[in-house]
């Protein structure tokens, strides 16, 4: 069985640096009870890694995948998701392409920078594949310095509350099946037709969860949230192989045991959960029965204490919260429910006194999915604690409280000031004209992660007209300028690529190529976004689709003030007076709900390279991102050795098709996982 929540050990160094190993294998691991193949890290699945803020890292990344467990890119990357990554640190983001080459198939590299960052809840995930569903990555947690009293009462005892959904095929290839057409007649028997990732058979809590606990295969019920969701019945602490294929009626060769997660308070005690929602799809609604849990932290930035019941956290986001243990005698669930996506699974943990019977199950009936989501009003109420951050009230910075503070991003003069740079931007999801295969986009542009097969940052440090040799005129697209025609091999090599700015205007017609913004250091930048159907920007007037979905919002590199989120779409003239700029929530990931807007604000204070992007994993590998260009002037050095580069690299947008799969990976009897089929 699997450890809960196991972690990677570092090693002090003389000079004080901390350093950690990490040996990425393939190994067997069933965390839901249906057993499969998936990463490892040092034998460990998605291990935790604890440092302290001030602490230099070195963290030895060893590529040991084997070369036929299916990939979609050319190795992996780690990205540290929340780390603000200042100066030279920039270089070590882990965005394949951007700041260093994938780490290839027998190769190692060294990731070393120091935590310059805010204490709090963060995680770590591969940023170069579909690996991250595959179970690369782990939560990362940044403690304060001992020495610096909290201004937060005292907790008996913390956990981590780590949120992962889990899929029962490996993940790269469910991305191979996405990067087929959409449209029908562009499909035939050699490139397969499109695949949809649907919702996963189970979350997990710390690697812990039963995929039988919720009849995700039978017939669901209308949920107050407005969608389908199925019926849940927990019936026991610890499943065994027999009870999952009794439950489930699955063959018994593919199962092997698992369990729920318990966390134990003590009567009158009160403990800090630390809520992170590693997912690569699901929104979820996190409930503690008959408890309220203090939110203080929202990725990591203070935010006015709120009672809730329920967190609403969505994928890529981190709350951690107080809870007091005043109900003894019992045990009580800790429910985790998804919601936006009909029949998607619940997972329930046990919140166990002390004084309560052991490893026994609440005595409640199971929790129930389809709860409401927070509404607009119920979470534009998180706000941030300025008191804490002292950006209105001025407060003592030599104190705990200058952890939180960087380089000019507090003041009047950023949340009042005039914006220097506005970036606008709107989502939807055309369908590619030359190839049939549906992407993600923004502003009509669907961003493949390569070309070019070098680290951008790189190129652009060695050329300085770079961008201008690449950018393509957006005014002046064909059908097969737009869809990069002459990359439709799954390997592709050279520099080049194609570029489109966001000064120019959106593409009439749907193209694919590196999307990017360049501002300089010190602008006050906002970011409209814009959430819109699928179908508009489309190149065909048959396409019929509009349908939205909710979206995740990462930036790399920095925190945001989220200034609005509103219905329809952005107009300055209506909606400007109605933002937030006297306490808007800080973070570095927000939810863009259906048929909405946001506007968000940041400092260009932290020079680099930096991926703003749809954190459903999904979304993201069919082309939901952009790339900010910051101050590259003021760029530091890069690390005297860098991974290597191969010769040619995977694209992320070939199709993925028969022959080529069976070049790759050997014909179907052997490679153990489908091959395209119309």
């Known amino acids: 069985s699997l450890a809960i929540t196991p972690s990677l050990q570092g090693t002090r160094l003389a000079d004080g640096t901390l350093y950690f190993e990490m040996h990425v294998t393939v190994g067997r691991a069933g965390p839901d009870c249906f057993e499969r193949d998936a990463i490892l890290v040092n034998g460990m699945f998605q291990p935790k890694i604890e440092v302290t803020v001030n602490d230099t890292v070195m963290i030895n990344v060893f590529n040991k995948i084997p070369a036929k467990f299916p990939q979609v890119a050319s190795g992996i990357s780690i990205h540290w998701h929340g780390l603000s990554m200042w100066d030279s640190a920039s270089w070590f983001d882990g965005t394949s392409y951007v700041t260093q080459c994938p780490i290839r198939q027998g190769a190692n590299y060294t990731y070393s920078f120091k935590m310059d960052e805010s204490p709090g809840s963060y995680f770590w995930h591969d940023h170069s594949t579909a690996n991250r569903a595959n179970g690369l990555q782990g939560p990362l947690i940044v403690h304060a310095p001992p020495d610096i009293p909290s201004p ?16 029962h095929e490996e993940a790269n290839v469910m991305a191979m099946r996405v990067n087929r057409p959409f449209v029908a007649d562009q499909a035939d028997n050699n490139t397969g037709s499109f695949v949809p990732v649907g919702p996963p058979p189970s979350l997990l809590i710390n690697n812990l969860g039963f995929y039988g606990d919720c009849a995700t295969r039978g017939d669901g019920v209308n949920g107050e949230n407005g969608y389908v969701v199925p019926v849940c019945n927990v019936t026991s602490l610890n499943v065994t192989k027999q009870q999952a294929a009794l439950i489930t009626k699955d063959d018994p060769k593919t199962l092997t045991s698992c369990g729920h997660e318990v966390f134990d308070v003590e009567p009158g005690e009160m403990y800090m959960f630390r809520l992170i929602n590693a997912g690569t799809m699901l929104y979820v609604t996190v409930c503690f029965e008959e408890h309220d849990v203090t939110l203080f932290t929202a990725d990591t930035t203070p935010v006015d204490p709120q009672d809730r019941t329920c967190v609403d956290i969505n994928s890529g986001q981190r709350y951690d919260v107080f809870l007091t243990a005043s109900s003894p005698g019992r045990n009580f669930w800790i429910s985790i429910h998804s919601q936006y996506r009909n029949m998607a699974p619940s997972v329930y943990g046990v919140l166990h006194y002390t004084d309560a019977p052991e490893g026994q199950l609440p005595t409640t009936p199971t929790p129930q999915p389809g709860l409401a989501p927070w509404t607009e009003v119920e979470t534009a109420q998180v706000m941030s604690n300025d008191g804490i951050l002292g950006y209105i009230d001025n407060y003592d910075f030599e104190t705990w409280w200058g952890l939180f503070v960087h380089r000019g991003l507090y003041g009047d003069g950023v949340l009042f000031g005039k914006d220097a740079r506005t970036i606008t931007l709107n989502q939807t999801q055309p369908i590619i004209t030359e190839n049939g295969m549906v992407r993600w986009a923004m502003n009509n542009i669907a961003m493949p992660t390569d070309p070019p097969c070098q680290p951008l940052q790189l190129q652009m440090m060695q050329d300085p007209h770079w961008m201008s040799k690449n950018t ?5 697209l064909s059908d097969v300028t737009a869809a990069n025609s002459k990359w439709t091999a799954n390997r592709v090599s050279g520099k080049a690529a194609h570029v489109y700015i966001d000064e120019e205007p959106a593409p009439l017609i749907p193209a694919t190529g590196l999307h990017i913004a360049e501002i300089k250091s010190g602008d006050i930048v906002d970011v409209i976004i814009n959430n819109r159907p699928y179908n508009e920007g489309g190149a065909s007037d048959s396409d019929r689709r509009v349908g939205m979905e909710q979206h995740p919002i990462h930036l790399h590199g920095h925190k945001f003030w989220v200034l609005g989120v509103g219905a329809g779409v952005y107009n300055a003239s209506v909606h400007e007076p109605l933002l937030n700029r006297f306490n808007p929530i800080l973070r570095d990931t927000i939810t863009l709900p259906r048929a909405s807007w946001a506007v ?12 703003l992007h749809c954190h459903i994993m999904w979304h993201h590998f069919m082309g939901q991102q952009m790339y900010i260009v910051e101050a590259k002037e003021k760029w530091a050095k890069p690390p005297a050795k860098l991974p290597s580069c191969p010769g040619k690299c995977i694209y992320n947008f070939a ?9 790759t990976y050997g014909p179907a009897k052997k490679n153990k996982f489908q091959l395209p089929s119309k």
């Open 152 to 167: 937060f009462d005292t907790p008996k005892d913390e956990y981590v509350v780590f949120i992962t959904d889990w899929y």
């Open 655 to 663: 199709p993925f098709t028969r022959a080529y799969i069976q070049r």
């Open 472 to 476: 393509v005129n957006s005014s002046v």
């Open 600 to 611: 968000i604000r940041f400092i260009a204070n932290n020079p680099g390279i930096w991926p």
